[in-house]
């Protein structure tokens, strides 16, 4: 199963834009990238996910590596309520037409007033 | 509306007893999944059934079964709980095959004393 490697934690300041890293380097062709966070006490929510080519949504933006080894969720402008763990991962298609989601250890973010 | 829901969300039981934990999705989606979260907070997936049938078995222990009466519900059994099995369990459904989107609910949080 192809893997992804986040940075444990981050710090954001209030109203500024947050880049997170993510590396997925044995990617294969037909793995989705998506991303996902999690607040305390709550099940992961979905932020954003895409294949080739970069996505933009009313929450977030993902910036994908042209060679699609590694890949960037951008939050145009963090808030107190964005602090959450963020994961970043791989879909595994299978051919009865389901996915699997691979969970990495995922990124603390937390945001400073 | 809850759109995955979950229940109970708090299970607090002895090692050695049977227990279950239902969950229902009101999306209208064809596969389900359930998901367990360590105390390290690592996410792995345990099962996926698509429209009633056994998609994904992560070499889970024969002591979990689940079952799928209908494409909206898919519950949980455990037998002869084990302190191992205390965790955070995630139930979630998705519906777009190209590169899943899948809803979580809130988690039932088990405690195996």
């Known amino acids: 199963d192809a893997k992804t490697t986040q940075p444990n934690s981050m710090e954001s300041n209030e109203e500024e834009p947050v880049h997170l890293p993510c590396n997925h380097s044995?990617?294969?062709?037909?793995?989705?990238i998506h991303w996902y966070r999690q607040l305390p006490s709550q099940g992961p929510e979905y932020v954003i996910h895409?294949?080739?080519s970069n996505v933009n949504n009313r929450m977030a933006s993902l910036a994908i590596a042209e060679d699609r080894k590694s890949s960037t969720l951008i939050l145009h402008r963090a808030t107190l309520r964005d602090a959450a763990v963020y994961y970043c991962?791989?879909?595994?298609?299978?051919?009865?037409?389901?996915?699997?989601?691979?969970f990495g250890t995922g990124t603390r973010l937390k945001v400073l007033a | 509306d809850t759109a995955v829901s979950q229940t109970p969300k708090y299970l607090v039981t002895q090692m050695g007893n049977d227990k279950s934990i239902k969950c229902e999705q009101n999306?209208?989606?064809?596969?389900m999944y359930w998901y367990k979260q360590d105390s390290k907070k690592f996410l792995k997936i345990m099962f996926s059934?698509?429209?009633?049938?056994?998609?994904i078995n992560e070499t889970v222990p024969n002591r979990f079964s689940p079952k799928s009466p209908d494409k909206a519900h898919l519950n949980l059994h455990i037998n002869s709980l084990e302190l191992g099995d205390s965790a955070v369990y995630f139930c979630?459904?998705?519906?777009?095959?190209?590169?899943?989107?899948?809803?979580f609910g809130s988690g039932t949080r088990l405690t195996v004393v």
């Open positions: 044995t990617i294969s062709g037909t793995d989705y």
């Open positions: 991962i791989l879909s595994h298609f299978f051919t009865s037409g389901t996915y699997k989601y691979i």
């Open positions: 979630a459904s998705s519906q777009e095959r190209l590169g899943g989107g899948y809803t």
């Open positions: 059934y698509n429209n009633k049938e056994l998609i």
């Open positions: 895409g294949l080739t």
């Open positions: 999306l209208g989606h064809d596969t």
